[in-house]
Every structure is written in structure tokens, then in C-alpha cells.
């Protein structure tokens, strides 16, 4: 197994990667460098679009064009054009843009856009997870709040079978399961699944879930930030591989390549010290490996309907 590195400039905070088998580009959100990118594997072209705030999940659209969840709501952006177009805000009385922004997510197999959002300063676990649908009338969109008590959200994925949502509280060192129903995009009976240590002066430590993907053998692969490695764990929770990267802060991870055996790592430069900034293998770098295991393909947005 030998991990390669892009060759694509550091970001400087990578999240949401997502493979896009027509296109076969990789796409991902550098948060702090308000720029959604895409890079061909086969040709090296690397493109970017600039975003008026922080962009930090994105998922294609069955239309055609990229979903993207900015600080205050959901956009769609014509790759073509580099425009913006609202879909939906999320509500201000429960989403305060001075203190929160969206943060990870991705799409169901139903088609409809789930993100969660952070709080910055991590004072109260106002953080919460939406998720974005057609409105029942057919016209426009709607955003419904789906679960709360959250700092920073991550981890957002959904079990082969679609029966299970998993969903991180990163600086909690906690990954949750839910039940869901696909059909109707409720989730319920939630409960932790996987507790990791905290940093302790001294003490061994292995990082914190962020972002992740699963495989098709409903395997969690997540990113563990601070910890240099990406975890392979079972449904069961039980760690099966672990893949040492050459960054302190790995953030998410997803599957491409033609048969979904390459795993893509984005990774964070912002806030890290300047011997890791300026490292041969700088932070912020996209990684690739091959693996053994074949990875879910990403879900479009087609607005369906609760």
C-alpha cells in the first residue's frame, strides 16, 4: 500500500472530497481558502471557483453543476460559469452566521443534501444537522433541522443498506449512529458508537473523528484529525486497518478511480505550525492510495421530497 501525494497546491483547510465518475475528477471545498476545486486524474487540469464565504461540504447535482453548503445556506454553483444560485438559507433564528457555519455533509441515496454546521467559539453545542429537499408544493426548497447538540459536526455517512446514518462530534471524540429511513429521511435512536481518547500531556494520542466515507462492505473509513492516520473501522466499531499519512491533520476522505479502489485524503495547513506548513510533504496536501476494498460511488442531488 503506498500512499501518493497530488500534485495539487496545499489547501488550506480540505474537506468534502467526492469522486465524480462522469467528469472522473475529483472535487473538494478548501474552507479557509473559499475555493471549491476539481482536478482530472487523467489530463492534471485543476480548477477552482471562488465562494463569497466559507464552502464547506459540495455533492454533484443530477442537473448537472455542484450543490455547495456555504456559511448560511445551500447554493448551487454553475461549473461552467462560476455563478452562484441560492437554493435555500438556513433559518436565522436557529442558525447565527456571526457564531456558526456549515460544515461537513454530503448526499443520501434518496437524493436529498444533509450537512451539519459548527459553532466558533465552542461555548454552548448549538451545532445541529439539516437537510436540504424539494419543497412538498414542488416549488423552491426547504431545510428541515434533523438533530442538534453538536460542536463541531462530521463524519456524516450512511450504512450500504441505508439503515444507518453515522454523524461525528469531533471535539467531543464521539462518532453516533442513527436509524434511518430512507424513504421518508427520518432519523432516530440515536446513540454513540465509537469513543476515542482524549489528547492527555504525555500520553499516546490518536486524534479525532472527522470527515469519512463508507465502503461497500459497510466499513467507516474516517480521517483523524490531529492523529496522522485514516481509520478502517467495522460496523461494529472494531478498528481493522490503520493508514499512517504524512500530515498531522487529515479531515475526510472519499472513494474514486474507475472501480472505486482509490481513497482520496484532503487534508489542514490553517493553524498548523510553520514546521509542518513548510514539511517536504507540506499540510494541506491531497493524498491518494489504493485499497483493497471497493468504496460506495457519491449520491447526487436530485431535491427529493421528504
Same mark, same amino acid.
Given at each position: 500500500?503506498?500512499?501518493?501525494?497530488?500534485?495539487?497546491?496545499?489547501?488550506?483547510?480540505?474537506?468534502?472530497?467526492?469522486?465524480? $465518475?462522469?467528469?472522473?475528477?475529483?472535487?473538494?471545498?478548501?474552507?479557509?481558502?473559499? /475555493?471549491?476545486?476539481?482536478?482530472?486524474?487523467?489530463?492534471?487540469?485543476?480548477? *477552482?471557483?471562488?465562494?463569497?464565504?466559507? #464552502?464547506?461540504?459540495?455533492?454533484?447535482?443530477?442537473?448537472?453543476?455542484?450543490?455547495?453548503?456555504?456559511?448560511? =445556506?445551500?447554493?448551487?454553483?454553475?461549473?461552467?460559469?462560476?455563478?452562484?444560485?441560492?437554493?435555500?438559507?438556513?433559518? $436565522?433564528? *436557529?442558525?447565527?452566521?456571526?457564531?456558526?457555519?456549515?460544515?461537513?455533509?454530503?448526499?443520501?441515496?434518496?437524493? +436529498?443534501?444533509?450537512?451539519?454546521?459548527?459553532?466558533?467559539?465552542?461555548?454552548?453545542?448549538?451545532?445541529?444537522?439539516?437537510?436540504? @429537499?424539494?419543497?412538498?408544493?414542488?416549488?423552491?426548497?426547504?431545510?428541515?433541522?434533523?438533530?442538534?447538540?453538536?460542536?463541531?459536526?462530521?463524519?456524516?455517512?450512511?450504512?450500504?443498506?441505508?439503515?444507518?446514518?453515522?454523524? @461525528?462530534?469531533?471535539?467531543?471524540? +464521539?462518532?453516533?449512529?442513527?436509524?434511518?429511513?430512507?424513504? /421518508?429521511?427520518?432519523?432516530?435512536?440515536?446513540? #454513540?458508537?465509537?469513543?476515542?481518547?482524549?489528547?492527555?500531556?504525555?500520553?499516546?494520542?490518536?486524534?479525532?473523528?472527522?470527515?469519512?466515507?463508507?465502503?461497500?462492505?459497510?466499513?467507516?473509513?474516517?480521517?483523524?484529525?490531529?492523529?496522522?492516520?485514516?481509520?478502517?473501522?467495522?460496523? /461494529? =466499531?472494531?478498528?481493522?486497518?490503520?493508514?499512517?499519512? $504524512?500530515?498531522?491533520?487529515?479531515?475526510?476522505?472519499?472513494?474514486?478511480?474507475?472501480?472505486?479502489? /482509490?481513497?482520496?485524503?484532503?487534508?489542514?495547513?490553517?493553524?498548523?505550525?510553520?514546521?509542518?506548513?513548510?514539511?517536504?510533504?507540506?499540510?494541506?496536501?491531497?493524498?491518494?492510495?489504493?485499497?483493497?476494498?471497493?468504496?460506495?460511488?457519491?449520491?447526487?442531488?436530485?431535491?427529493?421530497?421528504?
Amino acid at each position: 500500500m503506498t500512499l501518493e501525494r497530488l500534485p495539487l497546491p496545499p489547501s488550506e483547510l480540505g474537506e468534502s472530497p467526492f469522486w465524480h $465518475p462522469e467528469e472522473k475528477s475529483l472535487y473538494w471545498c478548501d474552507i479557509q481558502g473559499h /475555493t471549491v476545486n476539481a482536478w482530472n486524474s487523467a489530463n492534471g487540469e485543476h480548477r *477552482q471557483w471562488k465562494t463569497p464565504s466559507e #464552502p464547506a461540504c459540495c455533492a454533484p447535482s443530477a442537473g448537472g453543476n455542484i450543490v455547495i453548503g456555504l456559511r448560511d =445556506g445551500f447554493y448551487q454553483l454553475d461549473t461552467a460559469s462560476g455563478d452562484l444560485t441560492l437554493l435555500a438559507l438556513l433559518p $436565522p433564528d *436557529q442558525h447565527d452566521t456571526r457564531r456558526l457555519r456549515l460544515n461537513d455533509g454530503r448526499c443520501d441515496a434518496a437524493g +436529498r443534501f444533509w450537512a451539519g454546521s459548527m459553532i466558533t467559539p465552542r461555548t454552548a453545542p448549538d451545532a445541529a444537522l439539516w437537510c436540504l @429537499s424539494a419543497a412538498a408544493d414542488g416549488t423552491g426548497y426547504t431545510v428541515r433541522h434533523m438533530a442538534g447538540d453538536n460542536f463541531t459536526a462530521n463524519g456524516l455517512a450512511f450504512s450500504p443498506d441505508n439503515r444507518v446514518m453515522y454523524w @461525528s462530534n469531533t471535539p467531543e471524540h +464521539r462518532i453516533d449512529r442513527f436509524d434511518f429511513d430512507l424513504a /421518508t429521511g427520518a432519523i432516530t435512536h440515536r446513540r #454513540p458508537w465509537v469513543h476515542f481518547d482524549r489528547k492527555v500531556d504525555g500520553q499516546p494520542y490518536g486524534g479525532r473523528p472527522d470527515g469519512a466515507a463508507v465502503d461497500v462492505e459497510g466499513n467507516y473509513w474516517v480521517a483523524m484529525y490531529e492523529g496522522a492516520c485514516v481509520l478502517q473501522l467495522s460496523p /461494529t =466499531g472494531d478498528v481493522l486497518q490503520r493508514i499512517a499519512v $504524512p500530515v498531522q491533520c487529515p479531515t475526510m476522505v472519499c472513494f474514486g478511480g474507475e472501480d472505486l479502489r /482509490t481513497l482520496y485524503i484532503t487534508s489542514a495547513r490553517a493553524g498548523r505550525p510553520a514546521e509542518e506548513q513548510e514539511a517536504e510533504v507540506p499540510a494541506g496536501s491531497l493524498f491518494s492510495v489504493a485499497v483493497d476494498t471497493t468504496g460506495l460511488a457519491v449520491q447526487k442531488f436530485t431535491a427529493s421530497t421528504f
